[in-house]
């Protein structure tokens, strides 16, 4: 039996801190957004959520553009560009003097972001071997699901302790480093068909077809998903379990690294279907546990449970949409995907506050765990059947 291909090299390890850094930017930000729009400029509930919420929509408005391009100005050289821009960004939050100014910032910046991202997410597919990009992909997705935990927690323990600007200091010395990281690596350039020479528009230049699928069921996730992003805090305060809630995504985190050599490798060696299916289930179970907790430790077990579903679901979609698609369109494979994504964690909010009234917290995890089983159907129809085919 021959050695396997390495995985962990100096490119893999650098591009996975770039983009780490960068997503845990993003989660600081967010959290403290509409607190300092209130706090500094007085604005209203619906522009503070504004505030937080416009950087999403610029993200998954470049998104497409960052796919189709990226071949052309090559993967790190586009890399490079988006961190100098998040950085530039980042900068501009120091002299902000109105509301409508801070808008256009972070709408610039989620463009930032989404060229960046969009970079990192390539970069890895690329420098991942073949026979590996299950697990590669797992570790890499990991960067991602990190910062999930410590961003929030790390911009609220800034934001509660020192002064207004403080997180933005930190947030530039971040971009900093990711820029550097950046400069360090060394990127395959594949030869391949390039679709910006090409004249007239065409929807492929811009989204990869095959993604399309996986991504309806990613946008559902993440609009599940965003049910606690936004709202597990105001849950956590209404049952008397805020001590509790502030560990949840540490317990997130911790399980799904605990986890991912085992399923990375279970993906590479059994097949997607052999992940995906109790991913699925896992998820379901841990926001059915989440909707009936009572205690802190029920409250910890549904964090460690939905960290395993979700954070494997998550990684192992991307992995199945790459997987899918010729090489050299990988770029449009990885902005596809997150424009789906992205979409579902960004109208969540907006379609829950509907439901929410009707339902309360218990009923709308309740809810919540009802769709994501449901949803074992929706994966066989686009993509189940056919992996047990491709087996």
Known sequence: MGRKPAL???????VSVSNFLLFISFYMLMVIMAVYSVEHFHASESEAGFAASIFVLGAVLVRPIAGKIINA????????IGLAFFLG???LYFPIQNLSLLFLIRFIHGFAFGISTTATGTIAAEIIPNS???EGMGYFSTSMNLAMAIGPFLGLMINQYFQG?????VTSIFAVIALVTALLLRVPELA??????????????????TTVPIGILMALMGLVYSSILTYLSTYAIEINLVDAASFFFVMY?????????????????KGENAVIYPSILLFGIGLWILSQSTLGITLLIAGAVIGVGFGTLQSSAQTIAINQAPRHRVGLVTATYFVFFDFGVGVGPLILGYILPITGFRGLYVTMAIIVFSSVFIYYFVHGKKGRRDR
């Open 253 to 269: 985190a911790v399980f799904l690294l605990l986890s991912r050599p085992i399923t990375g490798r279970m993906f590479d060696v």
């Open 8 to 14: 962990w090299t100096k490119d893999f390890i650098l």
């Open 73 to 80: 100005v090559g993967k790190k050289k586009l890399l490079v």
């Open 192 to 209: 391949g068909r390039n679709a910006v020479t090409e004249k007239g528009f065409r929807i492929t230049d811009y989204f990869e077809k």
């Open 165 to 169: 600007t403080t997180i933005f200091a």
């Open 89 to 91: 960004m980042t900068l």
């Open 132 to 134: 590996r990009r299950g």
